[in-house]
């Protein structure tokens, strides 16, 4: 268990098979071992994410939906000393949320955003979200769903990472790699100490209670199908500054 995390809350509340707990592990490491739990101050989202709120031993916020960006954005400016990290779901960060995203980026604010993708809108029943695949069946797209009716998935990583100034670091893991994911995590961290700039990492993660999927399913769903439409590696890193 990270140091930085509350044990007292632990056992978390994400359902179990839920990607939460995995990524929330690898930014407790990230932050153990950069040893900044006493500059972070962390921000969570309305959603599934909204059960973070507990789950550090750090200074934490959590926000109206899809509004944790321009809170950490508010704290940072206001405290440039502190490590700002905005924690949310798809929905929150590309649907309510995606005007924050979008202006934070082009702003380059010294910050850090992760983001979970679980391809639903997990909290509320497990509707279509701004990520749900072709052909997914959710709630509100039982015979899967239709890109000619409701568009492709949204590509976060992509898009930020071609709007962002340079500074700016952008990738995407996959909870079937934490270890990954810590590495990406913690670069993104690493960066906004440096004063670079933007930090945006996107994670794969994993919906079994609304995917309604058994472990061999949902692992092969996270490990095997995501990646196809959603790429994982380093999209954008910030070139070496001269000594």
């Known amino acids: 268990m990270p140091n930085s995390?509350?044990?007292?809350t632990k056992p978390h509340k994400f359902c179990p098979g839920c990607g939460h707990g995995l990524v929330l592990k690898a930014l407790g490491q990230a932050i153990d071992e950069l040893g900044i739990q006493d500059k972070v101050v962390f921000g969570c989202d309305i959603g599934c994410?909204?059960?973070a709120w507990d789950f550090f031993n750090c200074d934490t916020v959590q926000t109206h939906h899809g509004r944790t960006t321009p809170v950490i954005t508010g704290v940072k400016r206001a405290r440039p000393d502190r490590v700002g990290i905005a924690y949310m779901g798809d929905g929150g960060g590309y649907a309510i949320g995606s005007q924050h995203l979008v202006n934070a980026a082009m702003r380059n604010e010294k910050i850090t955003v992760i983001l979970v993708n679980n391809a639903?809108?997990?909290?509320?029943?497990?509707?279509?979200?701004?990520?749900?695949?072709?052909g997914m069946k959710t709630e509100t797209t039982p015979y899967g769903r239709d890109p000619e009716m409701t568009g492709y998935p949204m590509q976060?990583?992509?898009m930020v990472a071609a709007i962002v100034?340079?500074?700016?670091?952008?990738a995407r893991g996959s909870i079937a790699n934490v270890r990954q994911?810590?590495?990406?995590?913690?670069r993104a961290l690493e960066n906004q100490l440096?004063?670079?700039g933007f930090s945006f990492v996107e994670i794969l993660s994993s919906c079994p209670t609304n995917w309604s999927t058994n472990a061999k399913d949902t692992w092969n769903f996270v490990e095997q199908e995501m990646p196809k439409f959603f790429k994982v590696g380093e999209l954008k890193v910030p070139a070496k500054k001269e000594e």
Not at 165 to 170: D, P, S, T
């Open 49 to 51: 994410s909204l059960l």
């Open 181 to 186: 994911v810590k590495t990406f995590v913690k």
């Open 5 to 8: 995390w509350r044990q007292e």
């Open 194 to 196: 440096a004063g670079n």
């Open 120 to 134: 639903n809108y997990g909290m509320t029943g497990g509707q279509m979200a701004p990520t749900t695949l072709p």
């Open 156 to 158: 976060g990583p992509e």
């Open 165 to 170: 100034r340079e500074g700016g670091y952008v």
